[in-house]
């Protein structure tokens, strides 16, 4: 029927169509929701599309449709939705420029399933468990002391705990002991390190003579940045400097933001990336495929940053931001300069002459913008669970949509309320049950990997494993530009590196895309870690087994300290057994270094869980 349409209208000559035809201007998926009992359990969708005179048609046969877990409930090319597995499937609906989805839930067909009564530290809990009632799910009971201790010592810090630490920790029969910990924890300049090194990843700050980023640029950009961080700026009003900032890169150090990239369309897509998590560079060239943004939204949007001017200053490593107060950008297809407006917004009225920047960063960072503080909020959740809650967190769009919606508007909206106190939602998220969950699965929750049911093993990434190494070995590092034993989340300047970090995936900070940081085990990482210089010469340097067998020290004794470093525990009795008996009291110094060696190269070192 439709090629022959086509056919038909090719012979009339392609004719035009007239002004007036009527225009689709939304479509809908039905039904709105769906739970589906058991594999092969099948639903039809159908999609109706509403049009500019008023009247609606189904469009299902012209519908593109597509799932995004084929593995609990594929949809075939004509919206027959078919179950799978226990979980839940994004069906997509895509007509004209329109893309629409819903959520489609599989449960065990006759599931016995009661729901159980569980406590709840916050907000979030209620949330979760919310969720995961929908999918007949359990969560796993709360991780031991010993693991909390380690795991948010390496979230918040990116530091083991020491001995002192965890003694104190485990001696502590108060109820309130971890909450109490989170706080200590966040008041420590660690955690300004950490996220200063994962704001820089996002701000690409680092040198790079061809763009005229000087070191000098880049210390004081990294500075800048630091200084924020650590008074607790509210982040809507960090995001309002960088985006408004002017003068010289010397002297406002946030005007580097303007120098790291100059390419005004790159500007607008790293903005709308990092501040709001939409990847719209699809939008350049044509309508994104999937998702709602066309070309218009892409240029009009870049229109906001048209009009930034750069000179050289006095200095001629020094680069002046300016506005030129005037300026446009030219829609590729009809050629005329595209209008300021805001990304799903309005067009704001702009006085002539006026920095367009201003008016975007006043709506960007503020309760207006509904995807500024829903995207900050993913990140922080993202950096403690090993995923987002929308994953990857810059891929934000229809087809890519949250695993708990209600959960991440929810942190959103607290986010908002706490006016962008970053500290803030990080202590909820560390308080919460949801993050204190043990890895051990149940039967219920053991192939879930999308709605916080259980804790989930993370490998540390390149700078806090490096760290650590150091800290359990007792030595140091040496990084340009710092001092000897300064830890490798200070480094300011991307193009710094070492060959541990770089096989270990630390992001160059070429880009701003999440994907930078790479967190996948590789053979190359498991060899360097067996056979390289990081391990092996630090055990030697450090001669912490030398120091504890001159103390006077037994053999069950070192065990236990060496345990205690590397996972936060004692070895169990089977453990210890196993392990005494294979020291050779000829070669003791050795055989302990070479149980050491083991511990730092093992899968619960290695590994958050």
């Known amino acids: 029927k439709h090629w022959s349409t086509l056919v038909s209208w090719l012979r009339k000559g392609a004719l035009k169509d007239s002004e007036n ?43 593109v449709f597509q799932s995004n877990n084929d593995l609990s409930a594929s949809v075939d090319d004509h919206g027959l939705v078919t179950a799978g597995k226990r979980g839940e499937a994004f069906i997509m609906a895509r007509f004209n420029v329109f893309t629409v989805g819903v959520q489609v839930v599989v449960i065990p067909e006759q599931l016995e399933y009661e729901r159980p009564k569980l406590p709840t530290n916050n907000y979030i809990d209620s949330l979760v468990h919310d969720k995961l009632h929908k999918l007949r799910i359990t969560p796993s009971g709360l991780c031991s002391d010993e693991v909390f201790i ?186 005329k300069p595209m209008p300021a407006k805001f990304l799903g917004g309005d067009a704001p009225n702009i006085p002539k002459g006026h920095d367009r920047r201003e008016i975007l960063a006043n ?31 810059d891929d934000v769009r229809i087809s890519n949509p949250p695993s708990n919606p209600e959960l991440l508007d929810d942190l959103a909206r607290r986010f908002t309320q706490y006016e962008y106190d970053f500290k803030k939602l990080v202590r909820d998220v560390c308080n ?43 030595t140091r590092n040496k990084f340009k530009g710092l001092p000897l034993g ?53 055990i030697k340097q450090g001669k912490l087994v030398t120091e504890m067998i001159k103390d006077g020290m037994d053999d069950s004794q070192i065990l236990d300290d060496l345990y205690t470093r590397c996972y936060s525990r004692k070895p169990n009795q089977e453990e210890k057994k196993v392990l005494l008996s294979s020291i050779d009291q000829d070669a003791k110094q050795q055989s302990l270094e070479d149980i050491f060696w083991a511990l730092l190269n093992s899968k619960e070192f290695i590994f958050n869980h």
Request: aromatic share 10%; net charge neutral.
């Open 363 to 393: 709506w960007l960072a503020s309760p207006d913008n509904p995807f500024f503080a829903r995207n900050l909020a993913n990140v922080v959740w993202a950096h403690f669970f090993g995923q987002g809650i929308i994953e990857p967190v």
């Open 150 to 335: 380690r795991r948010v010592f390496l979230d918040i810090i990116g530091l083991l705990p020491n001995q002192d630490d965890l003694n104190d920790f485990l001696e502590d029969q108060t109820p309130d002991k971890r909450s109490k910990l989170i706080d200590k924890l966040l008041e420590r300049k660690e955690f300004t390190e950490i996220w200063v090194m994962k704001f820089a990843e996002l701000l690409q700050i680092q040198t790079d003579d061809n763009q005229g980023m000087s070191y000098k640029s880049t210390l004081l950009y990294f500075n800048w940045l630091k200084d924020r961080i650590a008074n607790n700026v509210p982040m809507d009003r960090i995001v309002k400097e960088l985006l408004t900032s002017k003068g010289g890169t010397f002297v406002n150090p946030a005007t580097n933001y303007y120098q790291v990239v100059k390419d005004n369309l790159k500007i607008t897509e790293n903005v709308a990336q990092v501040f709001m998590g939409m990847r719209i560079q699809c939008a350049q060239c044509h309508n994104h495929p999937f998702d709602q943004w066309t070309q218009d939204d892409y240029y009009s949007f870049a229109s906001f940053f048209s009009q930034i001017g750069r000179k050289r200053g006095a200095d001629p490593r020094e680069s002046i931001i300016y506005s030129k107060k005037s300026g446009e950008i030219d829609h590729p297809v009809h050629k």
């Open 486 to 538: 300064a830890k490798a989340i200070q480094i300011a300047d991307g193009k710094i590196s070492n060959y541990f970090l770089t096989t270990f995936g630390r992001a160059t900070r070429e880009t701003v895309c999440s994907c930078e940081v790479e967190m996948e085990p590789s053979l190359s990482q498991a060899l360097h870690l067996m056979n390289g210089d990081t391990t092996n010469n630090r």
């Open 21 to 63: 035809i009527a225009k689709p201007e939304k479509i809908e998926l039905f039904p709105t929701s769906a739970l589906l009992e058991g594999a092969g359990a099948t639903q039809q969708m159908s999609v109706l599309a509403h049009y500019s005179d008023g009247t609606t048609r189904d469009v299902t046969k012209l519908t």
């Open 432 to 474: 919460s049950r949801t993050y204190q969950l043990s890895t051990q699965s149940n039967l219920s929750n053991e192939d879930d990997l999308r709605n916080f049911s259980r804790a989930h093993l993370r490998r540390l990434r390149a700078e806090v494993m490096l760290d650590v190494i150091s800290q359990v070995t007792q």
